[in-house]
């Protein structure tokens, strides 16, 4: 049976840390458009910055649909669930924010991601309020093994200067706006802040 949860507590927390991936939801309000649900996973994207707060970061080599649906109406829902161990799933229902490579505040949220803050292609810095912390069982989900991390994102991302990056992000379809013609990105890409 799920439980509901004030806060992220250790226990929750240490549930959230120890997962590989996690996975995205977001949508337009209109009724018509593309919802949109993204797996993540690289290790150390994810923070949690306090009981109340997520934050993961946003890379660049697909759209941007997340992005342009938190700038329409904030609403996002994460979701963990546990492929070793005990079975649980654990949910954090909230309202998104991205935080661009201009925003003031990147400078003070990007210390909380130590192995990824000199990362290629980032993009964004996702935060998420917690309005609703939920888990239930995961007695269907599989067992599946952890072999490594993938390399191919920052192989080739790290083969590209940051202006190269931007022009990158300018050429791709779906990153300036999205699949439902909502504004994205902000295009031309801001230049990442001297730290």
């Known amino acids: 049976m799920g439980k509901t949860y004030d806060r992220i507590d250790g226990r929750l927390r240490s549930f959230i840390d120890a997962q590989k991936v996690f996975f995205v939801a977001t949508a337009p309000l209109s009724g018509d458009g593309h919802v949109n649900l993204s797996p993540k996973g690289l290790a150390g994207s994810l ?5 109340q707060t997520v934050a993961y970061l946003d890379f660049g080599g697909s759209g941007a ?14 979701m963990w669930c546990a492929f070793e161990g005990p079975p649980n799933i654990v949910r954090v229902h909230g309202r998104g924010e991205p935080v661009f490579r201009d925003d003031p505040r990147w ?3 990007i210390p909380h991601f130590p192995e990824q803050a000199d990362a290629p292609g980032l993009r964004a810095i996702i935060v998420v309020t917690a ?16 072999r490594e991390e993938r390399t191919l994102h920052s192989d080739y991302f790290g083969r590209k200067t940051d202006e190269e990056f931007a022009a990158y992000c300018e050429r ?10 909502l504004p994205a990105l902000p295009l031309p890409l801001p230049p990442l802040p001297a730290a």
């Open 47 to 51: 923070a949690v910055l306090d009981e």
């Open 65 to 78: 649909e997340t992005v342009a649906h938190l700038r329409e109406n904030g609403r996002i829902t994460l």
């Open 107 to 109: 400078l003070d949220l």
């Open 131 to 146: 309005e609703r912390i939920g888990d239930s069982c995961g007695y269907s989900v599989p067992f599946m093994e952890y």
């Open 172 to 181: 791709k379809d779906h990153v300036g706006v999205s699949l439902d013609g």
